[in-house]
């Protein structure tokens, strides 16, 4: 083996642009289902590059020096995470709102390196969807950097392995299987804790760490450029997978491009590989020198870009224009940042940076107007970070108005003495409401209308009492229980969040053989996926011919949304009794109704909900009231020809 005189090695820096071009692709484009994955090609090469600079130190001088290192990984993390933290809490300020929800625990995360287990611990998912959604974290991609940190807080360890002569390559290997099996164990406790977990997430650091005890860089021989293009190319192709979330994905689909990633690696850095020279190319050498700085940037910004925009988290949908918008940012930002930023520190340490920003105080005009903005600058930032946690909210727009609408919930079913559905809200002294006499020249006999020449008055508009309807439905239906209990007092409500059509169907069988279906049963559930013709066919079959099934329709940033609202009034057009309660046009115009997901009604949301569902139902008997007054009226005019004739 030869010794490498280069301090720098071959073909690292084009891999870490494969990596965070991965990552950016998947939060900014629907392209790369899986491109989380180049955190895992970060991993690997973290885990290589810093255990060979450490081997290097121990081989010049004897020794590694601990504090040296923390010191050199504290220049390199903490100016480009400072800067990034603060002014993106600082716009986010700006935006507020649901951005603003958990943000100082998302700090509490940041500074101390613990963001991965501050966000298991709070129940937050890395794969959003849910309520998740509308309150997107901000400082997400942070997890990432804890697991590293804390990885490294290890290193005290590694003097001890170095002892070894043989067997440094089977503990690293044997710690990366420990960590796989760790994630395979723990896979039942859901994809983002085996995703997030130190313990679960360790094992590409740990095979970066197995191959720099392989010293690949000093050897001639190895594996062939051919192959690490070849292993290249697997990445990114498993990026196009489309990841389960099982352990084919967590952590099988992870563990597979780690170990291409340590392929790719092996080939490019040994000495004179075409694959290091291919990957050092000038495009892709900007990109990795920057990549820290991408990576950092790229999903604050396009969280508050998105959701200052759209009103809603880049996890549900990022539009092309947002999305272009923020990687122009993102890099313009990334380059301000590696020059001005983390270069000089890196270059010079902590205290004399300060103490060149102290000698341009003391310089020409320009340079203090320099050092006078960037001064000013950071207080602003500062201070816009403390004004975002001091008026973060408690929780999400969409969880109050849930919440608000469970709490009408338990209101009515308190005041009910007999309550027959988890939920529901009935009483049953409510009176059916009858019409007025449309004329005075009518007479009213127990509310019905009768000419003096007893031919039949047309029917006054009614309004159908709550006492008949039965309403099943998700959380949509739940933020709207206040508006539906005003407007329709005794009805019967059954909503929950997250519920499916599936599940809905379930609970209108239950209640069918329990005969504890009213006269109009209202479904209001497609928000949470998309709706099988067969469930609603089971639907009606339940519902049966002397009752009135009611399909609300759905309306959410979602994309099965527009396929749900299709079937739903197809199967409406093509059934007789069943009717539409067109939500979806109800609140179109009027999205500043709804929270900040842009899902959930608030109270007037929740009252414009009502009024489409209550609207639909006093049709129906409106319609019906119309047939019978037609047919009533053709019998009284056969009869009255009848009469002249005789």
């Known amino acids: 083996m030869t010794r490498s005189s ?144 804390q990885f490294y807080l290890l ?31 723990l896979a039942g406790s859901g994809a983002t804790r085996v995703y997030y977990g130190t313990d679960t997430h360790a094992f590409g650091l740990l095979l970066g760490v197995a191959l720099a005890f392989l010293r690949p860089a000093e050897r001639r021989g190895g594996v062939p450029a051919v192959v690490g293009g070849a292993a290249i190319a697997g990445v990114v192709a498993l990026a196009f997978v489309t990841p389960g979330d099982g352990i084919e994905t967590f952590p099988g689909l992870l563990v597979a491009a780690s170990v291409l990633t340590v392929v790719a690696i092996a080939a490019a850095v040994r000495t004179g590989s075409r694959l290091g020279r291919a990957l050092d190319v000038a495009p892709l050498r900007w990109i990795g020198e920057r990549s820290f700085g991408i990576y950092l940037w790229h999903w604050p ?21 947002v999305a272009l918008l923020t990687l122009a940012l993102t890099l313009v930002a990334a380059e301000v940042s590696f020059r001005f930023i983390e270069q000089p520190v890196r270059r010079l340490g902590f205290r004399a940076s300060l103490r060149s920003v102290g000698r341009a105080f003391r310089g020409g005009p320009v340079r203090r107007l320099a050092a006078t903005a960037a001064m000013a600058a950071g207080l602003l930032v500062v201070a816009g970070t403390t004004a975002a946690v001091a008026d973060a909210p408690t929780m999400a727009s969409s969880e109050a108005a849930v919440r608000d609408g469970r709490a009408a919930l338990d209101a009515a079913s308190s005041r009910s003495h007999h309550a027959t559905l988890p939920g529901a809200a009935l009483r049953s002294d409510d ?60 009805a019967q409500v059954d909503a929950k969040v997250s519920r499916s059509m599936g599940a809905g169907v379930a609970i209108v069988d239950r209640l069918a053989a329990r005969a504890q279906l009213r006269d109009y049963v209202v479904v209001g559930l497609g928000t949470n996926g998309p709706v099988d013709p067969d469930d609603l066919a089971r639907l009606k079959k339940d519902v049966g011919p002397h009752r009135t099934l009611v399909l609300v329709t759905a309306h959410a940033p979602r994309d099965w949304i527009p396929g749900v609202n299709e079937e739903l009034e197809s199967f409406a057009q093509h059934t007789p009794g069943v009717a539409i309660a067109d939500w979806s046009a109800a609140i179109s115009g009027h999205e500043d109704l709804l929270a900040g997901d842009g899902i959930h009604p608030g109270a007037r949301g929740g009252q414009r909900y009502a009024d489409a569902v209550a609207d639909a139902i006093d049709g129906v008997e409106n319609s019906r009231a119309q047939l019978r007054y037609r047919v009533e009226l053709a019998q009284w005019a056969v009869a009255q020809t009848f009469d002249a004739a005789r």
């Open 6 to 149: 280069s301090a720098r090695l071959p073909g690292l820096d084009g891999l870490r642009a494969v990596a965070v071009l991965l990552v950016v692709v998947y939060h900014l484009f629907p392209a790369l289902p899986a491109g989380f994955l180049g955190v895992d090609v970060f991993f690997v090469i973290s885990g290589f590059l810093i255990t060979t600079l450490l081997l290097r130190e121990h081989d010049e001088h004897g020794r590694i020096g601990l504090v040296d290192f923390w010191r050199r990984r504290a220049r390199r993390l903490l100016p480009a995470i400072g800067v990034v933290v603060l002014v993106t809490a600082s716009l986010a300020w700006m935006v507020g709102g649901d951005i603003l929800v958990g943000l100082g625990g998302q700090l509490l995360g940041a500074t101390t390196f613990s963001y991965n287990w501050v966000a298991v611990t709070n129940g937050s998912s890395y794969f959003g969807g849910g309520l998740d959604s509308s309150a997107p974290e901000l400082l997400r991609n942070l997890w990432s950097l804890a697991v590293e940190e």
């Open 155 to 185: 290193w005290p360890l590694l003097p001890l392995v170095l002892r070894l002569r043989r067997g440094r390559v089977p503990v690293a290997v044997g710690l990366a299987a420990a960590s796989v099996l760790a994630a395979v164990l």
């Open 301 to 321: 910004l396009v969280v508050i870009l998105t959701v200052a925009t759209t009103r809603s988290s880049p996890d549900v949908a990022v539009p092309v224009e």
């Open 431 to 490: 009176a059916v409401l009858r019409p007025e006499c449309p004329s005075a020249h009518l007479s009213d006999d127990e509310g019905l209308c009768t000419p003096p020449d007893g031919r039949p008055a047309p029917p006054a508009s009614v309004r159908v009492a709550g006492a008949r309807v039965t309403l099943v439905g998700d959380s949509v239906m739940l933020a709207s229980a206040g508006g539906l209990l005003d407007r329709m007092p005794g």
